[in-house]
């Protein structure tokens, strides 16, 4: 029920954005003005195919590899399939299935779904692979109709 809550709570922030923006929310288009991270594609909402890539944007924080360290305002996203943000934003983020890193500094991430509906999330994280706190993040809700 918590998941449910929490993927309604994403489309309506997403529709309110989407609508505010006239440009239907996650488009290829620079990252919205004062947000820090924005992912770019896919647009939220859209049908998707499987494998389908994932980019993101920054605003204020500079994206480069883990192995750079920890640097104030720099680091590298995470992708998290379907599972709400870790609680404990003082440790490092899971590495799994549902928490992909993306640690070689870059934007954009090819990953592959199931049929159905998903919700992704980009985290932004130090080099260390602990998130920001508060947390740098975005989500976007597709729906995978096709898997290649």
Same mark, same amino acid.
């Given at each position: 029920?918590?998941?449910?809550?929490? +993927? @309604?709570?994403?489309?309506?922030?997403?529709?309110?954005? /989407? $609508?505010?923006?006239?440009?239907?929310?996650?488009?290829?288009?620079?990252? #919205?003005?004062?947000?820090? @991270?924005? =992912?770019?594609?896919?647009?939220? @909402?859209?049908?998707?195919?499987?494998?389908?890539?994932? $980019?993101?944007?920054?605003?204020?924080?500079? +994206?480069?590899?883990?192995?750079?360290?920890?640097?104030? /305002?720099?680091?590298? *996203?995470?992708?998290? =399939?379907?599972? #709400? =943000?870790?609680?404990?934003?003082?440790?490092?983020?899971?590495?799994?299935?549902? *928490?992909?890193?993306?640690?070689?500094? #870059?934007? $954009?991430?090819?990953?592959? @779904?199931?049929? /159905?509906?998903?919700? =992704?999330?980009?985290?932004?994280?130090?080099?260390?692979? &602990?998130?920001?706190?508060?947390? +740098? #993040?975005?989500?976007?809700?597709? &729906?995978?109709? *096709? +898997?290649?």
């Amino acid at each position: 029920m918590k998941i449910i809550s929490r +993927v @309604l709570a994403l489309l309506v922030m997403a529709l309110f954005a /989407g $609508c505010a923006a006239q440009t239907g929310g996650g488009s290829a288009m620079a990252p #919205s003005a004062g947000k820090a @991270l924005s =992912i770019t594609t896919p647009a939220t @909402l859209s049908n998707v195919s499987s494998p389908l890539q994932v $980019c993101m944007a920054t605003n204020g924080y500079t +994206v480069e590899p883990a192995k750079n360290g920890v640097n104030p /305002g720099k680091g590298h *996203h995470h992708l998290i =399939i379907d599972e #709400s =943000i870790p609680a404990d934003l003082s440790k490092p983020v899971a590495k799994d299935e549902n *928490h992909i890193h993306m640690g070689d500094g #870059s934007k $954009c991430k090819t990953i592959n @779904l199931t049929k /159905g509906q998903h919700t =992704i999330t980009a985290l932004f994280a130090q080099g260390n692979h &602990v998130p920001y706190n508060p947390p +740098v #993040s975005d989500a976007v809700t597709v &729906v995978v109709v *096709h +898997v290649n």
